[in-house]
């Protein structure tokens, strides 16, 4: 069973950025899917990024989609999420989440997609 340990959050500035990392130990981290989520106050988890085992294939929404960018590192076990032009919108803890996946390219996008979480990583960006 991976565990995962999310770092970089803090608090910046409206249009600064922020590169957040999970760590992953206990599995082996190039059969996971791997993505980001952020919860902001009083709202649900929202899906902010994913990437498949290989790195090959990632996915957006439309919120994040050029603003946002992930990548991994299956040597380092890690998954990174690099936020640039941030906003106040993106205030939230985010946490990174991995699945299980057999399936080239293959990108998980719902919260229930995924079995394995982090304990998440507070961001605040100030207006």
């Known amino acids: 069973q991976v565990q995962l340990v999310e770092s970089g959050g803090g608090l910046v500035q409206a249009g600064g950025s922020l590169r957040l990392s999970c760590a992953a130990s206990g599995g082996t981290f190039s059969s996971y899917a791997m993505g980001w989520f952020r919860r902001a106050h009083g709202k649900e988890r929202e899906f902010v990024a994913g990437?498949?085992?290989?790195?090959?294939?990632?996915h957006f929404p439309d919120s994040t989609k050029g603003r946002f960018a992930i990548s991994r590192d299956n040597a380092e076990n890690t998954v990174y999420l690099q936020m640039i032009y941030l906003t106040p919108e993106d205030t939230g803890v985010y946490y990174c989440?991995?699945?299980?996946?057999?399936?080239?390219?293959?990108?998980?996008?719902?919260?229930?997609?995924?079995?394995?979480w982090g304990q998440g990583t507070q961001v605040t960006v100030s207006s």
């Open positions: 990437i498949s085992q290989s790195g090959m294939s990632t």
């Open positions: 989440a991995a699945v299980p996946k057999s399936v080239p390219g293959f990108v998980a996008l719902r919260t229930d997609d995924y079995p394995y």
